[in-house]
């Protein structure tokens, strides 16, 4: 990609995300005149080599997606993109770097909506404050050992993944009562189980849930009416299906593979004729005849 692509002064957004684009970016010298540029994606091609730093002169970026970059197990400077304090969206996940990066640095970026680091080491303080302003946080394959806390602040926080990590124990309580919350994935974890009453799922508005590939086990968890998407596979859950999951009247995706549920499916299945699109309960001990 040539540097003088950076030099169009009318030039605002610049997408050339999901290619085979290879070799280091260079952005040039821009600054004689701001940069116009607003979006710059460049996720998914064959970019390599450290990170310029020259992107820090890029300060009219509100969307940034360096997504799948291979620094080849180099280092990142990650207080390069302080500079772009108009971010809102920031994609940095799977940079192949053995960087670790202290969360605590996108706190000095107040415009931040989506932040995505998953596949990074990530380092949470106990006194972490991100932006409230985050609504998308992408934090799968991060090395999280312990839940962050900091989470419980984010009242605009729409989608939560922090999946494939090593969080243990049990799921607080307050994760489910995030006011804005309605994509929740905490998948390959150690997880064993939930704080607080057995509708604590329940009484929350989650629109998709992934508890899969944890060892959770019974009781199953009661979920909201708004559920459409389910993953419990690969957990501890034992005895007969509940019925109460047949009272989901908008659920699309079920998967229940993968645990120790016996007997035979709840007659009330019959119930999802319109709107259950996926169904998954291989390796179970299930019997009897599938109801009509």
């Known amino acids: 990609v040539p540097s ?19 070799g280091p970016l260079e952005i040039g010298n821009i600054s004689s005149s701001p940069s116009t540029l607003g979006c710059l994606s460049l996720e998914e091609n064959s ?14 970026l509100w969307y940034l997606d360096l997504s799948f970059w291979n620094t080849e197990k180099g280092m990142v ?18 940079l192949n770097t053995r960087s ?8 000095h970026i107040m415009s931040l909506n989506d932040l995505h680091l998953s596949g990074i080491n990530v ?55 995030l006011p804005a919350l309605r994509f929740v994935n905490i998948s390959q974890n150690r997880f064993n189980g939930f704080e607080g009453s057995a509708d604590v799922i329940q009484r929350s508005e989650k629109v998709m849930i992934d508890i899969s590939s944890n060892a959770f086990q019974d009781p199953f968890p009661l979920l909201p009416n708004s559920t459409i998407y389910f993953s419990g596979s690969n957990n501890r859950f034992s005895g007969e299906i509940p019925r109460a999951i047949c009272e989901l009247v908008n659920l699309d995706t079920l998967v229940l593979s993968n645990n120790n549920f016996s007997g035979s ?8 004729n319109a709107s259950l699109s996926i169904l998954h309960l291989q390796n179970n001990s299930l019997s009897g005849v599938f109801p009509e």
């Open 265 to 272: 499916i709840p007659r009330c299945f019959q119930n999802f």
């Open 123 to 177: 380092k949470i303080s106990e006194t972490l404050s991100l932006p409230s302003s985050i609504e998308t946080l992408a934090l799968s394959s991060c090395n999280i050992a312990v839940f962050p806390k900091f989470l419980q602040n984010q009242t605009s926080l729409y989608s939560l993944d922090i999946s494939v990590n090593q969080m243990e124990g049990q799921v607080p309580e307050w994760l489910w009562s």
């Open 47 to 60: 970019f390599n080599g450290p990170i310029s730093g020259s992107i820090s002169k890029l300060v009219g």
């Open 4 to 22: 003088s692509l950076f030099m169009i002064p009318s030039l605002m957004i610049l997408a050339l995300g999901k290619n085979d684009f290879n």
């Open 100 to 107: 670790i990066v202290e969360l605590s640095l996108f706190s």
């Open 77 to 94: 400077d990650f207080s390069i993109f302080l500079h772009l304090k108009s971010l809102q969206t920031l994609h940095l996940s799977y």
